[in-house]
């Protein structure tokens, strides 16, 4: 009886014949060694042939798309609602010249830091939601005033202090003067308190210095 043999495995058959006709004659050791390395030669050009084995190269897109698409279900899964909030460290300080600083969001979601620009300690950390101001006191000094956004995947969710808006997030650094002042009026008659303030998201002419997350959130 005849037995129909697929075109690729054409040279399994050839060596099967081959062995069960040395066989017939004794002649198995004859034949064996080269029958072996045909059929493992012709194994290998159909494994070359068959794509999605696992000699093939990995491909890189396929798994940048995944690698997004499993930070965000992980972003997803600890999403929070961004809320105004103050912690302002310097409230409980022992003075009694405070001035007004005043933060503002144009286009985005913002945290704001506000550190002692000469001991660079932590004096405020203020969460102000978009298209929102928020106003703080501040006893007489030079503050330097970070801020961090998400400026990179849109839609990402807030994940709270820890993660922010997770691998999208930007820390920056504001290089503009951010001083508490008293000033005097003229003939010692009295005084008043000049304050500072920031509004991100305009065109402005300034250019903010970029941070490292380390840097925005150490004491």
């Known amino acids: 009886m005849a037995i129909a043999i697929p075109k690729q495995f054409a040279g399994f058959g050839l060596a099967v014949a ?6 017939h004659f004794g002649l198995v ?4 060694q080269s029958a072996t390395r045909a059929i493992s030669k012709q194994a290998q050009s159909v494994e ?4 999605g084995q696992p ?14 698409e499993h930070q965000k279900m992980v972003a997803n899964s600890a999403a929070m609602p961004f809320k105004k909030e103050v912690i302002n460290v310097s409230s409980m300080e022992n003075t009694q010249h405070f001035g007004p600083v005043s933060m503002e969001s144009q ?4 945290v704001f830091i506000i550190r002692d620009k000469a001991t660079k300690r932590l004096r405020a950390v203020v969460q102000v939601p978009k298209k929102q101001t928020v106003n703080i006191s501040l006893p007489i000094g ?28 930007t ?11 008293l000033v005097q009026y003229p003939n010692n008659s009295g005084y008043f308190i000049r304050g500072t303030g920031i509004i991100v998201g305009v065109e402005d002419g300034t250019q903010p210095d ?3 997350k380390n840097e925005f959130v150490k004491m």
């Open 171 to 181: 820390f920056l650094e504001s290089n503009l003067e951010h001083n508490v002042t």
């Open 55 to 68: 000699n093939e190269p990995e491909n890189g897109l396929q798994m940048a798309k995944d690698y997004a």
């Open 210 to 212: 970029e941070l490292a």
């Open 29 to 32: 050791d004859l034949f064996a």
């Open 18 to 23: 081959i062995i069960s006709v040395a066989n």
């Open 48 to 51: 070359s042939a068959n794509p």
């Open 142 to 169: 030079q503050y330097t005033i970070q801020y961090a956004q998400n400026n990179y995947i849109k839609d990402a969710p807030w994940q709270g202090l820890n993660k922010f808006w997770g691998y999208g997030t």
């Open 107 to 110: 286009n985005v979601d913002t």
